[in-house]
């Protein structure tokens, strides 16, 4: 922390972070920090999985314009099931600059849990991370009318079912602008 004075008060920290949103906080610290490591993951055979923040921001540009195609608008609530992995970090953001609200739902948590997470929250659309979580939703989709999509990040083999999808769909609908979608923000 060089040169920067410890905040000690709860007015300093509203005072430095007053009119803004996380989406502008996080444009800020990637064009200040580009190259610098922001993520990290445990590879599977050992080792590391890295990511700069410029990294991070394009994966987030990508899910953000994959998710605006996916129809998912500002007020709308997005379900996130899935263990502690890197893509949670992406379409988490990718929500908040489209001025939508992630909701996490607890690995753990049984198909009853779910449909009352998922129905309360009203949410549209569910990102979970593989078979087993989506098995879970599958059995509370019936009760969930305003569930119309629900990705999966490693999708079993065979077909899926109808407004089941792979999330590497997500990611192909180009890149969007995330300065001009943090501009849109508003606390």
């Given at each position: 922390m060089s040169g920067l004075k410890p905040l000690s008060t709860i007015a300093e920290i509203?005072?430095?972070s007053a009119g803004r949103t996380v989406p502008q906080a996080f444009v800020d610290l990637v064009t200040a920090n580009p190259n610098a490591p922001a993520l990290h993951s445990m590879k599977a055979e050992g080792g590391w999985n890295s990511w700069s923040y410029q990294q991070f921001a394009d994966q987030v540009a990508a899910a953000a314009a994959g998710l605006r195609s996916a129809g998912l608008q500002s007020g709308q609530r997005m379900l996130l099931m899935m263990r502690n992995r890197p893509d949670f970090h992406w379409f988490d953001a990718a929500a908040q600059f489209l001025s939508a609200t992630p909701v996490s739902i607890y690995n753990s948590s049984s198909p009853e849990e779910i449909e009352y997470l998922a129905g309360h929250a009203e949410a549209e659309i569910a990102i979970v991370e593989d078979n087993g979580f989506l098995e879970r939703i599958l059995k509370v989709r019936g009760e969930l009318p305003n569930l119309h999509q629900i990705y999966v990040i490693e999708p079993p083999d065979g077909p899926l079912p109808d407004g089941v999808h792979p999330a590497s769909d997500l990611m192909k609908s180009g890149s969007a602008?995330?300065?001009?979608?943090?501009?849109a923000t508003s606390p």
């Amino acid at each position: 922390m060089s040169g920067l004075k410890p905040l000690s008060t709860i007015a300093e920290i509203d005072a430095l972070s007053a009119g803004r949103t996380v989406p502008q906080a996080f444009v800020d610290l990637v064009t200040a920090n580009p190259n610098a490591p922001a993520l990290h993951s445990m590879k599977a055979e050992g080792g590391w999985n890295s990511w700069s923040y410029q990294q991070f921001a394009d994966q987030v540009a990508a899910a953000a314009a994959g998710l605006r195609s996916a129809g998912l608008q500002s007020g709308q609530r997005m379900l996130l099931m899935m263990r502690n992995r890197p893509d949670f970090h992406w379409f988490d953001a990718a929500a908040q600059f489209l001025s939508a609200t992630p909701v996490s739902i607890y690995n753990s948590s049984s198909p009853e849990e779910i449909e009352y997470l998922a129905g309360h929250a009203e949410a549209e659309i569910a990102i979970v991370e593989d078979n087993g979580f989506l098995e879970r939703i599958l059995k509370v989709r019936g009760e969930l009318p305003n569930l119309h999509q629900i990705y999966v990040i490693e999708p079993p083999d065979g077909p899926l079912p109808d407004g089941v999808h792979p999330a590497s769909d997500l990611m192909k609908s180009g890149s969007a602008d995330l300065g001009e979608l943090a501009a849109a923000t508003s606390p």
